[in-house]
C-alpha cells in the first residue's frame, strides 16, 4: 500500500532573494500523513522546502520541492514510474508564477521603444514584450528603483495532470475559499470534482481555519457531502475512513 501526499505552498522567485508565495504552512498534510503511517502505509510526502515536515519515518519517503514548475516535474516522475492507491493534493499551488520583474525605469525605456516602432500598443504588444525581458531570477533588483514591475503569468493546473499520468489512482482534492457563503463554497468544490477528476474533494473556507479550528467538508465524486472535520485530526481521519473503504472494496 502506497500513497503520495502533497503539502506546504509554492514559492515563485521574483530575483534571486524574492520571491511570491502564499500561507500554506503543511500542518494539514503531515496530520493525513500521522494517521496512514500509524496504519502501515508507505507514503511519498512531497512538501515545499518553508513548510512543516512530518517526522522523520522509515515508511515515509520526503521530496522537497519550491516552485510550481518543480512540483510539477517532481509530482509527473513519480505519478509514471510509481503506483499510488491514493494522492492526497493538499499542497497550495501558487495560481501565477513570474513572467518578468523589472525597474520602473526599464519599462519606461522599452515603451518607449515599443512606441517608436508602432504609433499604438495593442494588448499582444505588451504581452511580446514582457515575453522578451523574462528571466527573473537572473539577478538582485536594486532595492534603489523608484518602482517595481511584476508580469505574472498563469501556472499549469497541476491536479488536472494527476488522473493523466495515472488514471487509477484514488485522488483527493482541495478547494479553499475565503469569507463565501456555504452554498458557495460547495458549488465551486462541486465543479472542481468534474474539472480536476477528482475522486473527492475537501472544501474549507479560510475564515474557518483557526489555531486548532479546520472546518472542512468531505464530498464524494457525485458531490454529496458525506462527512465534515471540525479540526486537522478529524479531516485527517475522514480521508483515511473513504481510502480505506476503497482500498478494502479493491481487495474483495
Given at each position: 500500500m502506497k500513497v503520495l501526499i502533497t503539502a506546504g505552498g509554492?514559492?515563485?522567485?521574483?530575483d534571486q532573494v524574492r520571491s511570491i508565495t502564499?500561507?500554506?504552512?503543511?500542518?494539514?498534510?503531515?496530520?493525513?500523513?500521522?494517521?496512514?503511517?500509524?496504519n502501515g502505509v508507505t507514503i511519498d510526502y512531497v512538501v515545499t522546502k518553508s513548510a512543516k515536515k512530518p517526522a522523520a519515518d522509515e515508511h515515509l519517503k520526503m521530496h522537497l520541492v519550491n516552485s510550481t514548475q518543480e512540483v510539477y516535474d517532481c509530482l509527473k516522475q513519480l505519478l509514471t514510474t510509481q503506483k499510488y492507491s491514493a494522492v492526497i493534493h493538499t499542497m497550495a499551488?501558487?495560481?501565477?508564477?513570474?513572467?518578468?520583474?523589472?525597474?520602473?525605469?526599464?519599462?519606461?525605456?522599452a515603451l518607449n521603444q515599443a512606441y517608436q516602432a508602432k504609433d499604438q500598443l495593442q494588448e499582444e504588444d505588451l504581452l511580446a514584450l514582457f515575453?522578451?525581458?523574462?528571466?527573473?531570477?537572473?539577478?538582485?533588483?536594486s532595492s534603489k528603483t523608484k518602482g517595481l514591475i511584476l508580469s505574472l503569468q498563469p501556472t499549469p493546473k497541476i491536479i488536472q495532470s494527476i488522473k493523466h499520468w495515472q488514471h487509477t489512482t484514488v485522488l483527493f482534492g482541495f478547494k479553499l475559499l475565503a469569507n463565501v457563503t456555504q452554498e458557495k463554497l460547495l458549488q465551486v468544490a462541486r465543479n472542481s470534482l468534474e474539472k480536476n477528476q477528482a475522486d473527492f474533494v475537501i472544501a474549507n473556507d479560510l475564515s474557518e481555519i483557526h489555531q486548532n479550528q479546520h472546518h472542512a467538508y468531505l464530498l464524494d465524486s457525485t458531490g454529496k457531502v458525506?462527512?465534515?472535520?471540525?479540526?486537522?485530526?478529524?479531516?485527517?481521519?475522514?480521508?483515511?475512513?473513504?481510502?480505506?473503504?476503497?482500498?478494502?472494496?479493491?481487495?474483495?
Open positions: 509554492t514559492s515563485e522567485p521574483i502564499n500561507h500554506a504552512s503543511g500542518s494539514l498534510g503531515i496530520e493525513i500523513a500521522k494517521v496512514f503511517l500509524q499551488i501558487s495560481d501565477f508564477t513570474t513572467q518578468a520583474s523589472l525597474s520602473i525605469e526599464d519599462l519606461t525605456t515575453a522578451s525581458m523574462a528571466n527573473p531570477t537572473a539577478s538582485k533588483i458525506i462527512a465534515q472535520g471540525y479540526q486537522k485530526s478529524e479531516i485527517a481521519q475522514m480521508i483515511f475512513k473513504q481510502w480505506q473503504q476503497i482500498y478494502q472494496q479493491k481487495e474483495e
